[in-house]
């Protein structure tokens, strides 16, 4: 499983510190954990059905299977690699990139008006050619405090700034 889940972290906790240091947000929490090293462990306190509980973080590397779930929970969204049927269904003019198949509605994504049959061409400046290729761009996103997205729809292309 993933960090949290061998720290022993479940839904509905509450990150209070880290290192005893106070943490005041999301953005806090996600800022101060993507400057730890790979490898290094984390000093949680945690809230939990009003109980004060302490948990040990090991820092690592997002596994490339966690990537759709991470990408689904952080962005909002689902991605598939680009196939004929998808080309037909979504009238695609490229082959190349991913196309978005699913936005989840109060989403960071949208929110920010991305839709079913939008391709991300690009992640934070890598060219995105397939899912594998997105996969290794979002595994070297994660942890960061904004994404930077190259979407094509139709005939356009254009950024978006995505801060998880």
């Keep these: 499983g993933s960090p949290s889940d ?10 209070l510190s880290l290192d005893n240091i106070k943490v005041s947000d999301k953005s806090d929490y996600t ?4 400057t730890y090293p790979v490898g290094n462990t984390i000093h949680l306190k945690i809230l939990r059905e009003g109980k004060e509980r302490s948990a040990l973080l090991k ?9 759709a779930k991470y990408t689904k ?11 004929k049927s998808l080309v037909r269904r979504y009238r695609l ?6 196309v978005v198949t699913g936005v989840m509605p109060n989403s960071v994504s949208g929110k920010i008006g991305i839709q079913p049959g939008d391709v991300i061409r690009q992640i934070n400046q890598t060219r995105i050619k397939n899912e594998k290729n997105f996969k290794t761009a979002m595994v070297e ?9 190259l979407v094509q729809r139709g005939q356009n292309g254009y ?6």
Excluded at 31 to 34: A, K, Y
Aim: charged fraction near 20%; proline fraction near 4%; charge should be negative.
């Design 6 to 15: 061998k720290a022993g972290l479940k839904q509905g906790d509450v990150i």
């Design 31 to 34: 800022e101060r954990t993507s």
């Design 59 to 67: 820092v690592s590397f997002l596994p490339e299977d966690q990537v």
């Design 73 to 83: 929970i952080w962005l909002g969204f689902n991605v598939m690699e680009i196939n």
């Design 93 to 98: 003019i490229s082959d190349q990139g991913v």
């Design 141 to 149: 996103a994660t942890g960061r405090e904004s994404i930077l997205l």
């Design 159 to 164: 950024y978006v700034t995505l801060e998880p």
